[in-house]
């Protein structure tokens, strides 16, 4: 993986928020009023939410987070949280840390924190044990009883609309409300987009493919397509990378929902995929190849296929966060670009 350029650009996107942040546009200091009542740095700070307000009265010095990919917003803002949720899958070495978060505790010289174990939901003790003074979940799936449950051991940045629906852009700039850092993370999020526009112009041929994300394969049987909805947070992915969603994806996201299945009767729904993106490897590609039904995708039928390892950490940034796209990028548009090529090659 492309460790030593994620390093240099994490380093890079530090110093960037440090030495621009106090000469931010005015625009920037007043953006999304609705959304935090105060500026970078000013306290009290008041956090808009899908469970409502929540107001944090002074700069936080304990930062804990919850569920997945919080506490990359403050590690990447030169914060190590007091306690964060262990990783539960894409760890490559059993520590419960990813190692794009390793290699940022590296950076910053820190220790790991806390790590709270959530296979059985979130440890509301071992939080409160961390006595902190805010507690950022503004990518998480909490309930109200949850978001309650919580707020009784310190202020909460909640969701902004729904469970497990918050964008990387969203997931930086609400936790970066809560830690009074909003110009900040907006340097952030520009340093990433940036990071992200510079690779995918190295790859003209990415532009327009419609790709859409299989979900978990069961090549024991075949008869469903199983795909994620532009709504879930790796298809949407897709058009940060110079993809377009497809139209039969597209029709099928109205719902809201994050996952769709089709009957495999109905395959030629997907004729306007040029690529797929899924979890396996050749072997689940034989298998597509081999039914007869499903063979006749034409991404299946160009070698138009993207294989994440489902347990690894490849597979796993490809669920964009905020320190992860980085680590990945390179490495994950390699494949789109390869990809895209074999699509474009049969076309002609």
């Known amino acids: ?44 700070v ?25 506490h990359e917003v403050p590690l990447a803002l030169g914060i190590v949280p007091v306690g ?25 010289g820190a220790k790991p924190p806390v790590l709270f ?13 961390t006595n902190p ?13 949850d978001y309650e449950t919580l707020s009784e051991i310190a202020p909460v940045v909640a969701y902004p609309q729904g469970p497990w629906a918050t964008s990387w852009r969203d997931v930086i700039k609400y936790n970066s409300m809560g830690l ?14 940036k990071e992200i526009s510079d690779e995918v112009a190295k790859h003209p ?13 069961d090549t024991s049987d075949l008869s469903q397509v199983s795909f994620y909805t532009a709504n879930d947070t790796r298809a949407a992915f897709f058009e940060d990378l110079g993809l377009t969603t497809p139209k039969s994806v597209a ?49 299946v039928a160009n070698n138009a296929v993207v294989f994440l390892d489902g347990t690894g950490p490849m597979g796993t940034a490809a669920n964009p966060t905020p320190l992860a796209i980085s680590w990945v990028l390179g490495d994950y548009v390699d494949l789109l670009a390869a990809a895209a090529e074999k699509s474009s090659a049969a076309g002609q």
């Open 133 to 145: 003074d805010v507690i950022l979940a503004a990518y998480s799936g909490l309930t109200k009883e």
């Open 117 to 129: 174990d959530e296979t059985d939901g979130i440890d509301f003790e071992a939080v409160s044990d």
């Open 84 to 108: 964060m949720a262990a990783a539960t899958f894409g760890d490559d070495n059993g520590n419960g840390m990813l190692p794009w978060v390793e290699e940022k505790l590296d950076e910053l």
């Open 180 to 193: 009074g850092l909003e110009r900040e993370g907006e340097e952030l999020t520009a340093t990433i987009e």
């Open 46 to 70: 008041t956090v808009h939410h899908a469970f409502g307000t929540t107001t944090i009265k002074e700069k936080p010095e304990r930062v804990a987070t919850v569920a997945w990919a919080n």
């Open 251 to 299: 029709d099928a996201s109205t719902g809201g929902e994050f996952s769709k299945k089709v009957s495999a009767e109905r395959v030629d729904v997907f004729n306007d995929v040029d690529i797929i993106v899924t979890y396996g490897d050749q072997a689940l590609v034989d298998a597509l190849k081999a039914d007869p039904l499903l063979s006749q995708m034409p991404a």
């Open 205 to 217: 041929q990415l532009a327009g493919k419609a790709t859409m994300f299989l979900t978990h394969v």
């Open 1 to 44: 993986m492309r460790s030593q350029r994620f390093l240099a650009a994490a380093a890079a996107a530090v110093a960037l928020v440090l030495g621009m942040s106090a000469c931010s546009s005015d625009s920037s200091d007043s953006a999304d009023r609705g959304n935090s009542d105060s500026g970078s740095g000013s306290f009290p």
